[in-house]
């Protein structure tokens, strides 16, 4: 079993930044990949960011590409998201998720098998 924890989450004004820190616990993630997702208000659960624990490769949703920027502190079993130029369409609950099956197509929500409680981001206009 893995546990994970967000924090970070809070309310800002469109432009501020904010940064989400999910804390990894339990079974080791170092072959994982550490995919962060979102989930505004009535819609789907969407993809965010991932990377990989071991070779630190990362990757982005087009809609925050340049934005958010994913990183890991492997001595803290730690995964960060700084999130920089926040938009009111960044509002929305932020998860933190992993997963031995989420080296493969890791935009998809259901290759991961530990969930975070979630962290609300809200930015207001």
């Known amino acids: 079993q893995v546990q994970l924890v967000e924090s970070g989450g809070g309310l800002v004004q469109a432009g501020d930044s904010l940064r989400l820190s999910c804390a990894a616990s339990?079974?080791?993630?170092?072959?994982?990949?550490m995919g962060w997702f979102r989930q505004a208000p009535g819609k789907e659960r969407e993809f965010v960011s991932r990377i990989n624990w071991s070779q630190g490769t990362t990757y982005y949703a087009d809609s925050v590409k340049g934005r958010f920027t994913i990183s890991r502190d492997n001595a803290k079993n730690t995964v960060y998201l700084q999130m920089n130029s926040l938009k009111p369409e960044d509002t929305a609950v932020y998860y933190c998720?992993?997963?031995?099956?989420?080296?493969?197509?890791?935009?998809?929500?259901?290759?991961?098998?530990?969930w975070g409680q979630g962290t609300q981001v809200t930015v207001s206009s």
């Open positions: 339990g079974r080791s993630t170092s072959t994982y990949t």
């Open positions: 998720a992993t997963g031995p099956r989420s080296y493969a197509d890791y935009t998809n929500p259901t290759r991961y098998d530990y």
